[in-house]
């Protein structure tokens, strides 16, 4: 980065290098700066003017739309990311950046007050956790250098952090506030310790109306079917056999007819599905 503004106190993206799973570079480049440059800072960055001036350099909106497409579902590591997406002015998923200056592990803790952690430098990280010396005094920070000293330090506690992140997003999801569509008013409480919703009493009929029948009217009740013990079929195979199986069937048929001649059309129709519904036809073996 660069500075702009009074004393080059603001900073301002200048170059924008990303490497892959192998660390191998995959885009490396220089950013042209829209704002007026004050401090090129070319003591830590290694940038000077010409290599912002040049065609090798992209624009900030090209830049954007590059690095957004290349960072599109997969995880983002590095070493203070906050102030390169700042830079970038672009965003992404908090579950999906892996910070090694956020990550508790990697932190030390305050010189007033221990239970505050502090971000600790990339370069005592590398040298602590990778033996690595990079950053070294009197020369320029290498970009590629540290993405790839920021990779390693995840590769090497990759199993503890992504646990680590499981934790957060599962705590992230029981404390997420409900949507004020299916809670009501916004801003209303909800949870276990909350009144369910209610709806008040005067707008609830007092007589409902019936479910509709596809526009038809509804069926006046069936009379019950008339169980003859003359006429009992033994279904069972132990049973014993029915001998007059002609006589059976004539008085079932003549029972039927009768129960026809008290229907109308429409309730003869509605009849015959509700009969087979409730008595499907089965097969019967004498």
Not at 12 to 32: F, P, Q, S
Not at 229 to 245: C, F, I, K
Request: glycine content about 6%.
């Amino acid at each position: 980065m660069v500075g702009i503004g009074p004393e080059g106190l603001d900073s301002a993206v200048a170059r924008v290098t990303i490497c892959n799973w192998a660390e191998k570079v995959i885009l490396d480049t220089y950013v042209k700066v829209d704002a007026e440059i004050t401090d090129y800072r070319t003591f830590v960055s290694g940038i000077e003017a010409k290599d912002l001036e040049g065609d090798n350099a992209m624009s900030l909106s090209d830049v954007q739309t590059l690095v957004k497409s290349i960072l599109h579902g997969k995880i983002l590591i590095g070493h203070a990311l906050e102030n390169d997406i700042k830079a970038l002015q672009i965003t992404h998923p908090w579950h999906d950046i892996r910070d090694s200056a956020n990550y508790p592990p990697l932190m030390k803790e305050s010189e007033t007050d221990k239970s505050v952690l502090r971000p600790r430098k990339l370069k005592e990280l590398a040298q602590d956790k990778l033996g690595m010396d990079i950053q070294c005094l009197g020369e320029a920070h290498d970009p590629i250098e540290d993405a790839r000293a920021a990779l390693a330090l995840y590769k090497a506690e990759r199993m503890e952090w992504e646990k680590y992140v499981m934790k957060k997003v599962a705590t992230a999801k029981l404390n997420k506030p409900p949507s004020s569509a299916l809670e009501g008013r916004e801003g209303q409480p909800s949870g276990r310790g909350s009144p369910p919703n209610q709806i008040p009493v005067q707008q609830l009929p007092s007589n409902p109306p019936p479910p509709p029948n596809n526009g038809y009217p509804q069926p006046r009740p069936l009379p019950p079917l008339k169980q003859d013990l003359n006429y009992m079929y033994h279904r069972s195979r132990s049973a014993p056999t029915p001998h007059n199986h002609h006589g059976y069937r004539q008085q079932r048929r003549h029972h039927q007819q009768q129960q026809r001649q008290h229907l109308s059309s429409y309730d003869q129709a509605y009849y015959h599905q509700h009969h087979h519904q409730q008595h499907p036809p089965q097969h019967y073996l004498y």
